[in-house]
């Protein structure tokens, strides 16, 4: 019961997920499965619930009710297992700035339990990756913003996790780091890293390979973006976002 | 001629050793929506406090309203409405303390006042003894825009009104702004979507502290001085790499679902049967490849990749 | 101006936390200083080493614990037991009489009492040997017969004679608290605005910095005031501390205070971008220099010179010696006007100085 186990090659695998806040509901019995290797969209507007369900995944608050397994574990009992096994990058926090490049890949590294050698092997692999392996003793804060985007997401998959959480990694990125953010997403997930990210950028859901929309708390919509421009009879996923995530969510803040 | 409303002439400035803005030049006209179009660190936010008088330019003229953003500071601050990033709002006071408050730091009335906001806070008004920590984002960008509105400013200056907001509240607060502009009044807007230029009367495409190109959306579309191909596959990280290894091809980026490929302006260029031949002998499955027209990102990723671009 | 104050009220009014800091404060602080931190004896266990009880010694004895100060009253075997008792923790004080006591005495013999304290705390240690020896030289002298000593010091203690530790600490708890609020509390509260991003909007605004200024400023004034009344009137009430002198010259130099650390509260905002700082600013600048170097619990006479020097720069310190010399002494403003204008001297250089630091932009 307690080994981890994979179901088809699933890594998340959510059944009827529910997240009460007292009478709020801000997951709705949210069934979705994610495979290994997928770069998994989850959009909605503000307040469908996201954020709830992300920390529900990671680890860091217990649903309602629901049965959901990350990485083939019980987040209601084995969440530690979970988060050696998760990476984490959101535009909010991602490095610690007055901290070297090096300083964080060792920290986050060290966090882990990897060895020095390693970090230093993979540290030096991705700098290399990125052309910037000069920058290694930079200060995070001297560096430009499209950088720094770059190594956190570096230093999120340091541990080589089965699956990275990126919270809307991309706001606020010029248009070229954000499709050589893209490519990054590609290449890990190429190497068999699931990606589950969140974006407000409707082209960027262009790029998954299956889109969930949540609205009001409930999963709307769950489809590769090919056939939800179908199914909706929508030009571009955010025609499909738009005709989905009606205006009801103003009513349903508290 | 238009009337002009803002005049920027060498606007530059420095904190310590680094350069937030480069010695912009710029005019926004009366009546019109002006955006500033471009990434976090471009530099919008420091130009939009020397706009607001509460930065000093390092060097360079500013005029709005014809006051000098320097000296006529207190004429200035009376005439313009400010929506900074982050919406600035009392989070524990209600929706309509707030209003409230910022109508008598101006010594307005709100009663006498409404008419000027009554289409937005109207949206809001139901929800008006909420307090503002309590409303979703797009509640709160209605709110921010009726306080920064509510003492009838000339000009309204908006920093990022819809970063970290939603698709859906993102177009209905350009609606919003539509509706406002047919007061007259003159908006200078920011933002770091690029979808948001198409709304805007003029833009200015920031990068690094430098203003790019300014003119109209469609003006600065019809500009874009190269061919582009739209190629639509399902392995797109394949057309990326192997069409960047093709010859004069100047550049291959992802848009949505599809590569945008521009080529080089000569006569060796590769035609679109010639890319999908090559695509179809690299091994490339079935795909649709058709000559696209330029959007503001195209031109906005083609100017960031010339290296001259502020000489 | 008046939606500003409104405005103001109504922040701190829904903040549980300024609400605690502003009301709940003053009521634990009086209370804790009041009851629990004491620096007077009472109830001290005592025990006795007695070889042979005699009228004397057993005089002596009943004098001792009929004072309040000891309780206990072991008779304990002999010396040797005297050690173990102190290790136990549950005796401070052990009277040991010479044998022969009263023979010795009627012989004209001195015959000795040996007061030996566990000086692990030296304070209470050293109060009891005084309050125990003060007894026995009360005893000598009401026999009258035999003068023990030739010349007898007869100390009195003027304005608190019973010695009452709450006497000292109400000067010193008002001096914190309206610290505490008015420093503390603007500073936060203006940090606050410019980590909300609100300042800006503010900035742009017609408002002048002295409206800004005085609308963050006018309501900790009347709850700083409110404060201050209401610590007077709970040390009066619970703990009978008087005001002997008038209290409308008190509540006045109160202001005077008030303003003071309110323009040290505005001062440091100006320093401060995030309330994070402001509060260890206020922390470390203001509150414990105000606990430690103004007098409040440790003398500035025992301090050495150089902390003296500073504590010269210390508005509390001049502050507490004000109120000190009106509700204990009595005394007008002849004789604290150099205090008085040294005050108002320092409030004036923080107005000017924080209302010319006051940017009008945000550089």
């Given at each position: 019961m307690y080994e981890a186990k994979e179901n088809n090659g699933n890594v998340i695998e959510a059944v009827d997920l529910v997240k009460r806040f007292g009478n709020f509901v801000a997951n709705d019995r949210l069934t979705f499965s994610v495979q290994r290797g997928e770069i998994f969209g989850f959009l909605g507007a503000n307040g469908a619930g996201k954020t709830t369900a992300i920390r529900i995944l990671c680890g860091l608050s217990k649903p309602t009710s629901g049965q959901i397994r990350v990485a083939g574990y019980d987040v209601y009992t084995r969440t530690e297992k979970i988060k050696q096994r998760i990476g984490y990058m959101s535009q909010r926090f991602s490095l610690y700035e007055d901290l070297t490049v090096w300083e964080n890949f060792r920290f986050f590294g060290g966090i882990y339990r990897m060895k020095s050698a390693l970090i230093r092997e993979r540290a030096d692999q991705m700098l290399g990756r990125l052309g910037i392996l000069e920058l290694s003793d930079a200060v995070i804060a001297s560096l430009p913003p499209g950088i720094r985007q770059k190594l956190a997401f570096s230093v999120a998959i340091l541990h080589k996790p089965e699956i990275v959480f990126l919270d809307e990694p991309t706001g606020g990125v010029d248009p070229v780091t954000r499709r050589q953010f893209w490519e990054m997403i590609y290449e890990a997930a190429a190497t068999g890293i699931t990606v589950f990210v969140t974006t407000h950028y409707m082209d960027e859901a262009e790029y998954c390979n299956r889109v969930s929309i949540m609205v009001d708390g409930k999963i709307e919509a769950l489809d590769t973006p090919e056939q939800l421009k179908k199914t909706y009879n929508a030009g571009s996923m955010n025609d499909v976002f738009l005709k989905l995530a009606r205006r009801n969510e103003e009513q349903m803040k508290e | 001629m238009p009337e002009v409303s803002i005049t920027g002439e060498g606007v530059g400035k420095s904190y310590g050793t680094t350069t937030a803005l480069k010695s912009l030049d710029f005019t926004v006209n009366k009546g019109e929506v002006f955006g500033f179009i471009g990434p976090d660190g471009a530099g919008k936010t420091t130009l939009f406090r020397i706009l607001t008088t509460l930065l000093l330019p390092g060097s360079g003229k500013v005029r709005v309203e014809g006051y000098d953003v320097v000296k006529d500071y207190r004429i200035l601050r009376r005439i313009l409405g400010y929506m900074p990033g982050r919406f600035s709002l009392y989070h524990d006071l209600s929706v309509e303390e707030n209003l409230r408050f910022f109508a008598g730091i101006f010594g307005v009335d709100v009663r006498e006042n409404y008419h000027l906001v009554k289409d937005i806070y109207g949206q809001i008004e139901p929800f008006a003894k909420r307090k503002a920590g309590k409303l979703s984002g797009g509640m709160k960008q209605k709110l921010a825009l009726s306080c920064a509105l509510i003492h009838e400013p000339v000009v309204l200056v908006l920093d990022e009104p819809t970063t970290g907001?939603?698709?859906?509240?993102?177009?209905?607060?350009?609606?919003?702004?539509?509706?406002?502009?047919?007061?007259?009044?003159?908006?200078?807007?920011?933002?770091?979507?690029?979808?948001?230029?198409?709304?805007?009367?003029?833009?200015?495409?920031?990068?690094?502290?430098?203003i790019m190109t300014t003119g109209t959306p469609q003006s600065i579309t019809a500009a874009f001085p190269h061919k582009i191909y739209r190629i639509k596959g399902s392995a797109a990280l394949n057309i990326l790499s192997l069409t960047r290894k093709m010859k004069h091809i100047r550049s291959a980026e992802l848009f949505g679902d599809a590569v945008h490929i521009s080529t080089e302006n000569t006569d060796q260029a590769p035609t679109a049967a010639e890319i999908s031949q090559y695509l179809s002998a690299q091994g490339l499955g079935r795909h649709i490849i058709s000559e696209a027209v330029a959007g503001i990102e195209d031109c906005f990723i083609d100017l960031m990749k010339q290296p001259d671009r502020h000489v | 101006m008046k939606r500003f104050i409104i405005k103001e009220f109504l922040h701190i009014f829904r903040d549980v936390r300024s609400m605690l800091i502003l009301f709940g404060m003053p009521l634990v602080q009086v209370l804790l200083f009041g009851f629990a931190i004491t620096n007077e004896i009472r109830d001290a266990r005592v025990a006795v080493v007695d070889a042979v009880p005699d009228v004397v010694t057993k005089d002596?004895?009943?004098?001792?614990?009929?004072?309040?100060?000891?309780?206990?009253?072991?008779?304990?075997?002999?010396?040797?037991?005297?050690?173990?008792?102190?290790?136990?923790?549950?005796?401070?004080?052990?009277?040991?009489?010479?044998?022969?006591?009263?023979?010795?005495?009627?012989?004209?013999?001195?015959?000795?009492?040996?007061?030996?304290?566990?000086?692990?705390?030296?304070?209470?240690?050293?109060?009891?040997?005084?309050?125990?020896?003060?007894?026995?030289?009360?005893?000598?002298?009401?026999?009258?017969?035999?003068?023990?000593?030739?010349?007898?010091?007869?100390?009195?203690?003027?304005?608190?004679?019973s010695l009452k530790g709450v006497y000292m600490f109400v000067p010193g708890i008002i001096t914190i608290l309206l610290m505490l609020v008015s420093a503390m509390m603007t500073s936060i509260s203006i940090a606050r605005e410019k980590e909300a991003g609100t300042m800006e909007v503010l900035l742009v605004s017609p408002l002048k910095p002295i409206s800004i200024i005085l609308g963050k400023v006018t309501p900790y004034v009347v709850l700083s005031f409110i404060n201050a009344v209401s610590i007077l009137l709970m040390s009066y009430y619970v703990f009978g501390v008087p005001v002997k002198g008038s209290l409308l010259l008190l509540l006045a130099e109160s202001i005077l205070f008030i303003l003071l650390a309110l323009s040290l509260g505005i001062f440091i905002s100006t320093v401060a971008n995030n309330q994070q700082t402001a509060m260890m600013l206020s922390m470390f600048a203001l509150m414990l220099p105000t606990i430690l170097l103004s007098g409040f619990i440790f003398p500035i006479e025992n301090m050495p010179a150089v902390l003296q020097w500073i504590s010269l720069l210390m508005p509390p310190r001049w502050f507490i010696f004000i109120i000190k010399s009106i509700m204990l002494k009595g005394a007008g403003l002849t004789y604290f006007w150099k205090e008085t204008l040294i005050l108002t001297a320092m409030t004036g250089v923080f107005i000017l100085a924080s209302i010319r630091k006051f940017k009008i932009r945000l550089d």
């Amino acid at each position: 019961m307690y080994e981890a186990k994979e179901n088809n090659g699933n890594v998340i695998e959510a059944v009827d997920l529910v997240k009460r806040f007292g009478n709020f509901v801000a997951n709705d019995r949210l069934t979705f499965s994610v495979q290994r290797g997928e770069i998994f969209g989850f959009l909605g507007a503000n307040g469908a619930g996201k954020t709830t369900a992300i920390r529900i995944l990671c680890g860091l608050s217990k649903p309602t009710s629901g049965q959901i397994r990350v990485a083939g574990y019980d987040v209601y009992t084995r969440t530690e297992k979970i988060k050696q096994r998760i990476g984490y990058m959101s535009q909010r926090f991602s490095l610690y700035e007055d901290l070297t490049v090096w300083e964080n890949f060792r920290f986050f590294g060290g966090i882990y339990r990897m060895k020095s050698a390693l970090i230093r092997e993979r540290a030096d692999q991705m700098l290399g990756r990125l052309g910037i392996l000069e920058l290694s003793d930079a200060v995070i804060a001297s560096l430009p913003p499209g950088i720094r985007q770059k190594l956190a997401f570096s230093v999120a998959i340091l541990h080589k996790p089965e699956i990275v959480f990126l919270d809307e990694p991309t706001g606020g990125v010029d248009p070229v780091t954000r499709r050589q953010f893209w490519e990054m997403i590609y290449e890990a997930a190429a190497t068999g890293i699931t990606v589950f990210v969140t974006t407000h950028y409707m082209d960027e859901a262009e790029y998954c390979n299956r889109v969930s929309i949540m609205v009001d708390g409930k999963i709307e919509a769950l489809d590769t973006p090919e056939q939800l421009k179908k199914t909706y009879n929508a030009g571009s996923m955010n025609d499909v976002f738009l005709k989905l995530a009606r205006r009801n969510e103003e009513q349903m803040k508290e | 001629m238009p009337e002009v409303s803002i005049t920027g002439e060498g606007v530059g400035k420095s904190y310590g050793t680094t350069t937030a803005l480069k010695s912009l030049d710029f005019t926004v006209n009366k009546g019109e929506v002006f955006g500033f179009i471009g990434p976090d660190g471009a530099g919008k936010t420091t130009l939009f406090r020397i706009l607001t008088t509460l930065l000093l330019p390092g060097s360079g003229k500013v005029r709005v309203e014809g006051y000098d953003v320097v000296k006529d500071y207190r004429i200035l601050r009376r005439i313009l409405g400010y929506m900074p990033g982050r919406f600035s709002l009392y989070h524990d006071l209600s929706v309509e303390e707030n209003l409230r408050f910022f109508a008598g730091i101006f010594g307005v009335d709100v009663r006498e006042n409404y008419h000027l906001v009554k289409d937005i806070y109207g949206q809001i008004e139901p929800f008006a003894k909420r307090k503002a920590g309590k409303l979703s984002g797009g509640m709160k960008q209605k709110l921010a825009l009726s306080c920064a509105l509510i003492h009838e400013p000339v000009v309204l200056v908006l920093d990022e009104p819809t970063t970290g907001v939603d698709a859906v509240s993102r177009r209905e607060f350009w609606e919003m702004l539509m509706r406002l502009k047919t007061g007259g009044i003159t908006i200078v807007v920011s933002t770091p979507y690029m979808d948001e230029a198409m709304r805007c009367d003029r833009v200015a495409l920031m990068q690094q502290g430098n203003i790019m190109t300014t003119g109209t959306p469609q003006s600065i579309t019809a500009a874009f001085p190269h061919k582009i191909y739209r190629i639509k596959g399902s392995a797109a990280l394949n057309i990326l790499s192997l069409t960047r290894k093709m010859k004069h091809i100047r550049s291959a980026e992802l848009f949505g679902d599809a590569v945008h490929i521009s080529t080089e302006n000569t006569d060796q260029a590769p035609t679109a049967a010639e890319i999908s031949q090559y695509l179809s002998a690299q091994g490339l499955g079935r795909h649709i490849i058709s000559e696209a027209v330029a959007g503001i990102e195209d031109c906005f990723i083609d100017l960031m990749k010339q290296p001259d671009r502020h000489v | 101006m008046k939606r500003f104050i409104i405005k103001e009220f109504l922040h701190i009014f829904r903040d549980v936390r300024s609400m605690l800091i502003l009301f709940g404060m003053p009521l634990v602080q009086v209370l804790l200083f009041g009851f629990a931190i004491t620096n007077e004896i009472r109830d001290a266990r005592v025990a006795v080493v007695d070889a042979v009880p005699d009228v004397v010694t057993k005089d002596l004895r009943n004098k001792l614990f009929a004072s309040g100060y000891f309780t206990g009253g072991d008779i304990l075997a002999g010396q040797h037991e005297i050690d173990e008792r102190f290790r136990q923790g549950d005796v401070k004080m052990v009277v040991v009489f010479e044998p022969e006591f009263a023979q010795k005495l009627e012989r004209g013999e001195n015959p000795v009492v040996q007061l030996i304290a566990d000086a692990s705390d030296p304070n209470a240690a050293k109060l009891l040997v005084n309050y125990a020896t003060g007894i026995i030289n009360g005893y000598n002298r009401s026999l009258g017969t035999y003068p023990p000593q030739a010349v007898i010091a007869e100390p009195r203690m003027m304005y608190n004679p019973s010695l009452k530790g709450v006497y000292m600490f109400v000067p010193g708890i008002i001096t914190i608290l309206l610290m505490l609020v008015s420093a503390m509390m603007t500073s936060i509260s203006i940090a606050r605005e410019k980590e909300a991003g609100t300042m800006e909007v503010l900035l742009v605004s017609p408002l002048k910095p002295i409206s800004i200024i005085l609308g963050k400023v006018t309501p900790y004034v009347v709850l700083s005031f409110i404060n201050a009344v209401s610590i007077l009137l709970m040390s009066y009430y619970v703990f009978g501390v008087p005001v002997k002198g008038s209290l409308l010259l008190l509540l006045a130099e109160s202001i005077l205070f008030i303003l003071l650390a309110l323009s040290l509260g505005i001062f440091i905002s100006t320093v401060a971008n995030n309330q994070q700082t402001a509060m260890m600013l206020s922390m470390f600048a203001l509150m414990l220099p105000t606990i430690l170097l103004s007098g409040f619990i440790f003398p500035i006479e025992n301090m050495p010179a150089v902390l003296q020097w500073i504590s010269l720069l210390m508005p509390p310190r001049w502050f507490i010696f004000i109120i000190k010399s009106i509700m204990l002494k009595g005394a007008g403003l002849t004789y604290f006007w150099k205090e008085t204008l040294i005050l108002t001297a320092m409030t004036g250089v923080f107005i000017l100085a924080s209302i010319r630091k006051f940017k009008i932009r945000l550089d």
